[in-house]
């Protein structure tokens, strides 16, 4: 409806997972299967928002009405961030984004032989990180922290060293939550210190409720 804050928004969500490159046939990635993003990547665009959807490779037609970006390793999803860093009013990083990827992969195939080989791994840049670093007053960062059962104090943790303006804290070792199901249980945490558990939610609802959340921010900072 015209009276969400978000109308009219330009929204970057991240989503998927990434592929890190050992060689040319062989990646190292995660079982992130898109699903969270795509959700929140519709009803952001339900609402009136303009939405841009980066991905990595997962099994999901794009939602209608969002314009969805294709892409497969941690530097490619930052370089194709990092165009919409200094002009959309909102990031989501709901992706699993791989922390390091293989130091020189190796053209070709590797070919078994010794009984020990050694991969050497650096680390990618922290794309939402990089967001929230140059992120205008105007502009929200909302992120995503994959964590146990005891991980609230870490989401706390990245919420603070990302600069960001909510964390969804996701459990990834209760039942029907995290990678590849359709349900997921998030605990959302403002920058203020404001906690809200949420039950066990369909993607889709789940969706709307970060984006209540997000709304709700963008109407305490006049951001409408
Ligand atoms: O795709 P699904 O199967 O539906 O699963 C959804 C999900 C579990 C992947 C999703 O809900 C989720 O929790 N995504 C974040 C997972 C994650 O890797 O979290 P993290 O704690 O490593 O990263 C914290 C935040 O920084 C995330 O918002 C992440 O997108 C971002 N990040 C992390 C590393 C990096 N190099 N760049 C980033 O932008």
Known sequence: SGSSPLQGKSVVITAGPTREKIDGVRFISNYSSGKMGFAIA???????????????????????????????????????????????????GAAAVSDYRPATPIEGKIKKGAENIELTLVKNPDILAGFGRQKSSAQLAVGFALETRT????????????????????????????????????T???????TTELPLLTKDAAAEKLLDAIEQLCLERALN
């Open 151 to 186: 991980g609230l104090d870490n989401a706390r943790k990245k919420l603070a060293e990302k600069n960001l303006d909510l964390i969804a804290f996701n459990y990834f070792d209760r039942k029907n939550s995290g990678f590849d199901v359709d349900t997921n249980i998030l």
């Open 42 to 92: 519709r009803a952001a665009e339900k609402r009136g928002a303009l939405v841009t959807l980066i991905t990595g490779p997962v099994h999901l037609p794009a939602p209608p009405g969002v314009e969805r970006l294709d892409v497969e390793s941690a530097l490619e999803m930052n370089a194709a961030a990092e165009v919409f860093f200094g002009k959309c009013d909102l990031f989501i």
């Open 188 to 194: 959302l945490i403002g920058c203020d210190g404001m």
